[in-house]
């Protein structure tokens, strides 16, 4: 057993309140925000597939390129945001980019009311928000250990990811409903408007935060190593990132085709799509709620190995829809298998933030999210053209097996012999 040292958490801002968190004004704001614009994204994110799949009869290929697009930018921006995040106040970064991701969805309702919606328009949508989300991405995450206490990060975590996954549940069937009743388009048009919710949360935040003096900072490149060695000389954060960057391979090639799948293959409507990601969106919520529970009862090192070894496998069932099971039987069998990543993710995210050093959050995770988010877009492609060649079916069976492969990768770490992750040492 890997002998730590622990450093005694700080209790200053610990909320007194019977309710917890919900009693810390700043974390209701930006649970608020958050999960308005998780309702968004999850709206935004089944209708651009469908406007793809139905209105523009886009090829399983240029889906995958379409999902490519949002994560590219995470190959070439990753490093810069990280290096950037921790020299701005980390609250007005998310502000921004929220207004930013309000004009770009809502640009795409507006070309479809006129008739000059193209995919073209879509991958530059997909590209353009993608870039704004790395610099939205990284500041929320290093954002979040100055709004509430150490000791209380995993309940944060726990009490935002609830609430994306409830938003996740609602949005696919909104989606779906919109675009059956007005068309694809219009579902982008709700994603938008849930952006400038969150932006009012967000500036209504009154926590104050103190960036380092521009007389303390050192040249960008200089900082951005100080990132990356830290993450790759951590035996800890050096294994979440590869299991995330090998789990994420698999997960993107399988989101690739799922829409195909669903409508081509197993010939669902565009609101039975919604139906179907709405009941899968539940296991996200079932994941997120029971993650606390997990890590407290199994220890998190350990719930981390149970999600993702015994939980997530139940993702073969899912390309068996529509041939050998029932299509309902599967989707509770996806359901599961998300559940299962949730909570690992909620685990996972949490130890990041309580065991960076503050002062390099931002680029600590920033290099660690260029590793992992870089597999996105591969995912999305290899999982599109193995798509166009193989069909959506066997794309799905390949890419699940990447997918559980990512358990090797944490087999062979470390945190094979853990019961908890390890503190943040007392001299970070």
Same mark, same amino acid.
């Given at each position: 057993?890997?002998?730590?040292?622990?450093?005694?958490?700080?209790?200053?801002?610990?909320?007194?309140?019977?309710?917890?968190?919900?009693?810390?004004?700043?974390?209701?704001?930006?649970?608020?925000? @958050?999960?308005?614009?998780?309702?968004?994204?999850?709206?935004?994110?089944?209708?651009?597939?469908?406007?793809?799949?139905?209105?523009?009869?886009?090829?399983?290929?240029?889906?995958?390129?379409?999902?490519?697009?949002?994560?590219?930018?995470?190959?070439?921006?990753?490093?810069?945001?990280?290096?950037?995040?921790?020299?701005?106040?980390?609250?007005?970064?998310?502000?921004?980019?929220?207004?930013?991701?309000?004009?770009?969805?809502?640009?795409?309702?507006?070309?479809?009311?006129?008739?000059?919606?193209?995919?073209?328009?879509?991958?530059?949508?997909?590209?353009?928000?993608?870039?704004?989300?790395?610099?939205?991405?990284?500041?929320?995450?290093?954002?979040?250990?100055?709004? #509430?206490?150490?000791?209380?990060?995993?309940?944060?975590?726990?009490?935002?990811?609830?609430? @994306?996954?409830?938003?996740?549940?609602?949005?696919?069937?909104?989606?779906?409903?919109?675009?059956?009743?007005?068309?694809?388009?219009?579902?982008?048009?709700?994603?938008? #408007?849930?952006?400038?919710?969150?932006?009012?949360?967000?500036?209504?935040?009154?926590?104050?935060?103190?960036?380092?003096?521009?007389?303390?900072?050192?040249?960008?490149?200089?900082?951005?190593?100080?990132?990356?060695?830290?993450?790759?000389?951590?035996?800890?954060?050096?294994?979440?990132?590869?299991?995330?960057?090998?789990?994420?391979?698999?997960?993107?090639?399988?989101?690739?085709?799922?829409?195909?799948?669903?409508?081509?293959?197993?010939?669902?409507?565009?609101?039975?799509?919604?139906? #179907?990601?709405?009941?899968?969106?539940?296991?996200?919520?079932?994941?997120?709620?029971?993650?606390?529970?997990?890590?407290?009862?199994?220890?998190?090192?350990?719930?981390?190995?149970?999600? @993702?070894?015994?939980?997530?496998?139940?993702?073969?069932?899912?390309?068996?829809?529509? @041939?050998?099971?029932?299509?309902?039987?599967?989707?509770?069998?996806?359901?599961?298998?998300?559940?299962? #990543?949730?909570?690992?993710?909620?685990?996972?995210?949490?130890?990041?933030?309580?065991?960076?050093?503050?002062?390099?959050?931002?680029?600590?995770?920033?290099?660690?999210?260029?590793?992992?988010?870089?597999?996105?877009?591969?995912?999305?492609?290899?999982?599109?053209?193995?798509?166009?060649?193989?069909?959506?079916?066997?794309?799905?069976?390949?890419?699940?097996?990447?997918?559980?492969?990512?358990?090797?990768?944490?087999?062979?770490?470390?945190?094979?012999?853990?019961?908890?992750?390890?503190?943040?040492p007392a001299s970070s």
């Amino acid at each position: 057993m890997t002998t730590v040292s622990v450093e005694p958490p700080p209790q200053a801002d610990r909320p007194k309140s019977r309710w917890g968190l919900w009693a810390h004004s700043d974390f209701r704001k930006l649970w608020i925000g @958050e999960t308005t614009s998780g309702l968004g994204t999850a709206v935004g994110n089944v209708a651009l597939a469908l406007v793809a799949v139905v209105t523009l009869d886009a090829s399983p290929f240029m889906v995958g390129v379409l999902t490519a697009s949002a994560w590219v930018p995470w190959l070439f921006l990753g490093l810069l945001a990280g290096a950037w995040v921790d020299r701005w106040p980390r609250l007005k970064v998310m502000l921004v980019c929220d207004l930013l991701l309000l004009a770009l969805f809502g640009s795409v309702p507006v070309a479809g009311w006129f008739d000059a919606l193209t995919m073209a328009h879509l991958i530059a949508v997909a590209l353009l928000a993608g870039s704004v989300k790395v610099f939205f991405s990284t500041a929320y995450g290093a954002a979040l250990p100055s709004l #509430v206490a150490r000791p209380d990060l995993l309940e944060a975590n726990v009490k935002l990811r609830s609430g @994306e996954s409830a938003a996740e549940i609602a949005g696919p069937g909104v989606a779906g409903l919109l675009s059956q009743a007005f068309g694809a388009a219009s579902g982008l048009l709700a994603d938008a #408007v849930t952006y400038l919710v969150s932006a009012l949360c967000v500036a209504t935040i009154e926590t104050e935060e103190k960036p380092p003096p521009a007389s303390e900072r050192r040249g960008i490149l200089r900082e951005i190593g100080e990132g990356v060695r830290f993450l790759v000389r951590d035996p800890y954060l050096r294994t979440l990132a590869s299991f995330a960057a090998v789990g994420n391979l698999g997960l993107n090639g399988i989101q690739a085709v799922q829409t195909v799948f669903l409508v081509r293959s197993v010939g669902v409507t565009p609101g039975g799509v919604g139906a #179907v990601f709405a009941v899968v969106s539940i296991g996200g919520l079932a994941g997120a709620a029971l993650a606390g529970r997990i890590a407290r009862r199994l220890g998190t090192a350990r719930g981390l190995l149970l999600c @993702e070894l015994v939980v997530a496998p139940f993702i073969f069932l899912l390309p068996l829809a529509g @041939e050998r099971l029932p299509l309902p039987v599967s989707a509770v069998a996806w359901s599961v298998a998300v559940c299962g #990543v949730i909570a690992g993710n909620v685990i996972a995210g949490s130890f990041y933030q309580a065991y960076c050093p503050p002062a390099m959050i931002g680029r600590i995770r920033a290099s660690a999210s260029t590793v992992n988010f870089s597999a996105i877009p591969l995912g999305a492609l290899l999982g599109g053209w193995l798509g166009e060649v193989l069909g959506a079916r066997t794309t799905i069976w390949i890419m699940a097996g990447v997918l559980m492969s990512a358990g090797g990768v944490l087999l062979a770490s470390p945190l094979r012999g853990l019961r908890n992750f390890p503190e943040r040492p007392a001299s970070s």
